[in-house]
């Protein structure tokens, strides 16, 4: 069974930063590599909402509440998916999740809190 896990989230104070990684365990290369993997988030009372895709080939995409702020990039030999956050708003409060559209599997996700 495919597993992906989240890391890298924690409280910062709005302007900061943070890189949140998801690995994915358990998954032959290629279900990996072929992949569109996104990042997705849920603030309190919302609903999951897509923050950042990136497809097996590199190309990205980004809501456009995180545009010029997040970047999302991925190590094929590592399985592994980043997302780079920075200029963090309180607004930017969430549980984060990746996904691999491929499998159809998601993390447990990882708190970010963006508070002063």
């Known amino acids: 069974q495919v597993q992906l896990a989240e890391s890298g989230g924690g409280s910062v104070q709005p302007g900061g930063s943070l890189r949140l990684r998801c690995t994915a365990s358990?998954?032959?290369?290629?279900?990996?590599?072929?992949?569109?993997m996104g990042w997705y988030r849920q603030g309190p009372g919302t609903q999951r909402e897509l923050v950042a895709s990136i497809t097996g080939g590199g190309s990205t995409k980004y809501a456009d509440s995180v545009t010029g702020r997040f970047t999302i990039s991925r190590d094929n030999s590592r399985k592994t998916v980043y997302l780079q956050m920075n200029s963090l708003k309180p607004e930017d409060t969430a549980v984060y999740y990746c996904n691999n559209a491929r499998t159809g599997a998601w993390g447990q996700g990882t708190q970010v809190t963006v508070s002063s």
């Open positions: 358990r998954s032959i290369f290629s279900e990996f590599v072929l992949a569109d």
